[in-house]
C-alpha cells in the first residue's frame, strides 16, 4: 500500500534502517555531490540498495522485480526505444489489456513520475504496470534486452543447506523461566535499537550480546537469535532459512509473520515489544521438547 505524503527517507527511518543523524549526513553528501539523498544513503553504506528499493515499493505501492531472473523477451525492445529506455531507466516487459494499452516495465527505484507519463506519451498506451528494481538490474536488462554484448545476470549464490524446523506459531503457552546462562544474539538491529533491545534483555536477566555478518555465518542450531525480516533479507540469498532458535520481532506490515515463517522463525511478535515478552519469547524457544 502506498503511503501518502511520505517521502522514501520517512519510510526509512520508519523502518529503522536509518537514523536522523544518517540522514542529516547524507543529505550533505547529496548536495556536495549533486547525488539523490537515496544514493547518497547507500554510498555512505547507512543503508543497503535493498532498503531503498523495499522503502521505494512501500512509498509507491509498486511491487519488487528481480529483473536478473526474469526470462525477458527480445521481442519486448520494440516497444520503447533503447535510448528512452537507458535514459529513463525503463525496461519493457510487456502489453497488457484487451487492446494491449497498458504497458508493464520495470523501473528503476525511486519512481520518476514524469518519465512514466513521458513513457506513456512516447508509447501511445493509456496505462502503466510498473515494478521496481535496483538500477544494477535495470542496466543488465537493458544489455539483454537490446543486445548490448550480451552482458548476462550476475551468477545466483551458492545454495545453503537449512534444516532448521520450523514451527511458525504466533501464540504461545510459557511455563518455567529461561536460564540467565543463556546468550541472546541480536543480529540486524541499528545502533539505537539495539542498545534499546539489549537494555530489555539484561532487565529480564538475559545476556545480550551484537552479532555480526560473520558471526551469523557460524550461528549454531541451539543459539537464540533475535532480529526483523528485513535484517535478515538483506543478507540471505533467496529462500534461506536461519539455522538457530530464530525470533523475529515483527512490525505492523500484514505480510511480516508469512516473512518471518519463510526465514525460519520459531517465534513471531508483535509490536510493541517489552521486557516480559522478550524473556518469555527466549524461554519458549529453548525449553525442552
Known amino acids: 500500500m502506498a503511503r501518502a505524503g511520505k517521502s522514501v527517507t520517512d519510510i526509512l527511518l520508519?523502518?529503522?534502517?536509518?537514523?536522523?543523524?544518517?540522514?542529516?549526513?547524507?543529505?550533505?553528501?547529496?548536495?556536495?555531490?549533486?547525488?539523490?539523498?537515496?544514493?547518497?544513503?547507500?554510498?555512505?553504506?547507512?543503508?543497503?540498495?535493498?532498503?531503498?528499493?523495499r522503502a521505494a515499493s512501500r512509498q509507491s505501492g509498486y511491487p519488487v522485480i528481480n529483473l536478473d531472473a526474469?526470462?525477458?523477451?527480445?521481442?519486448?525492445?520494440?516497444?520503447?526505444?533503447?535510448?528512452?529506455?537507458?535514459?529513463?531507466?525503463?525496461?519493457?516487459?510487456?502489453?497488457?489489456?484487451?487492446?494491449?494499452?497498458?504497458?508493464?516495465?520495470?523501473?528503476?527505484?525511486?519512481?520518476?513520475?514524469t518519465m512514466v507519463d513521458a513513457l506513456l506519451a512516447l508509447t501511445k498506451k493509456s496505462r502503466a504496470v510498473i515494478h521496481?528494481?535496483?538500477?544494477?538490474?535495470?542496466?543488465?536488462?537493458?544489455a539483454r534486452l537490446y543486445g548490448k554484448g550480451g552482458?548476462?545476470?550476475?551468477?545466483p549464490p551458492p545454495p545453503r543447506e537449512r534444516?532448521?524446523?520450523?514451527?511458525?506459531?504466533?501464540?504461545?503457552?510459557?511455563?518455567?523461566?529461561?536460564?540467565?546462562?543463556?546468550?541472546?544474539?541480536?543480529?540486524?538491529?541499528?545502533?539505537?535499537a539495539m542498545k534499546a533491545m539489549a537494555m530489555m534483555l539484561e532487565q529480564g536477566g538475559l545476556k545480550a550480546a551484537a552479532l555480526d555478518d560473520v558471526g551469523l555465518e557460524g550461528i549454531g542450531q541451539f543459539d537464540v537469535v533475535i532480529s526483523t525480516t528485513l535484517g535478515l533479507r538483506t543478507v540471505l540469498p533467496g529462500d534461506a532459512k536461519?539455522?538457530?532458535?530464530?525470533?523475529?520481532?515483527?512490525?505492523?506490515?500484514?505480510?511480516?509473520?508469512d516473512d518471518a515463517r519463510s526465514l525460519g522463525?520459531?517465534?513471531?511478535?508483535?509490536?510493541?515489544?517489552?521486557?516480559e515478552q522478550l524473556k518469555k519469547a527466549v524461554q519458549h524457544v529453548t525449553r525442552p521438547k
Not at 552482458?151 to 551468477?155: I, M
Open 14 to 53: 520508519e523502518m529503522g534502517a536509518i537514523d536522523p543523524q544518517q540522514l542529516q549526513s547524507a543529505t550533505l553528501h547529496a548536495q556536495q555531490w549533486g547525488v539523490t539523498i537515496e544514493r547518497a544513503l547507500v554510498e555512505r553504506r547507512f543503508c543497503s540498495p535493498d532498503d531503498v528499493l
Open 70 to 113: 526474469e526470462a525477458i523477451d527480445p521481442s519486448r525492445a520494440d516497444l520503447i526505444p533503447l535510448k528512452f529506455a537507458e535514459h529513463a531507466r525503463v525496461v519493457p516487459l510487456g502489453l497488457q489489456g484487451r487492446r494491449y494499452e497498458v504497458l508493464e516495465v520495470a523501473v528503476a527505484a525511486p519512481v520518476d513520475l
Open 132 to 142: 521496481l528494481s535496483h538500477d544494477e538490474a535495470i542496466g543488465r536488462a537493458i
Open 151 to 155: 552482458v548476462a545476470p550476475p551468477p
Open 163 to 192: 534444516k532448521t524446523n520450523v514451527q511458525n506459531e504466533e501464540t504461545f503457552d510459557f511455563g518455567e523461566e529461561p536460564s540467565p546462562s543463556q546468550t541472546v544474539y541480536l543480529y540486524g538491529w541499528h545502533p539505537a
Open 242 to 257: 536461519v539455522r538457530c532458535l530464530l525470533i523475529i520481532c515483527g512490525t505492523q506490515e500484514a505480510g511480516d509473520p
Open 265 to 275: 522463525a520459531k517465534l513471531y511478535l508483535r509490536p510493541p515489544h517489552s521486557t
